[in-house]
Nanobody
Framework: QVKLVESGGALVQPGGSLRLSCTASGIIFRLYAMGWYRQAPGKQRELVAGITRGGDTNYADSVKGRGTISRDNAKNTVYLQMNSLKPEDTAVYYC?????????WGQGTQVTVSS
């Protein structure tokens, strides 16, 4: 059974930072491209950042320079470090694992940026 479990979501003040984690089980993690998506109320789910199995990364324009995605294959974990958080970063953040036609999602973790 494949499971992706996110953690690290929190209520943070504007300008603050946090690190999200997603630990996978039931897959050969090192073979999968991993991504972080987010969905704000009333909006579509959007890609925040992605990392290939080779370590190449890509970011949404809205988080470039503020977000860093990384992976630790030994721990089956992908991270998203977010700095200089803005109220518009408020959303549920989802972890995604993708290998060809196999796509898996986590349950999400809430990030709220508010003073």
């Amino acid at each position: 059974q494949v499971k992706l479990v996110e953690s690290g979501g929190a209520l943070v003040q504007p300008g603050g930072s946090l690190r999200l984690s997603c630990t996978a089980s039931g897959i050969i993690f090192r073979l999968y491209a991993m991504g972080w998506y987010r969905q704000a109320p009333g909006k579509q789910r959007e890609l925040v950042a992605g990392i290939t199995r080779g370590g190449d990364t890509n970011y949404a324009d809205s988080v470039k320079g503020r977000g860093t995605i990384s992976r630790d294959n030994a721990k089956n974990t992908v991270y998203l470090q977010m700095n200089s958080l803005k109220p518009e970063d408020t959303a549920v953040y989802y972890c995604n694992a993708c290998l060809s036609r196999a796509v898996y999602w986590g349950q999400g973790t809430q990030v709220t940026v508010s003073s």
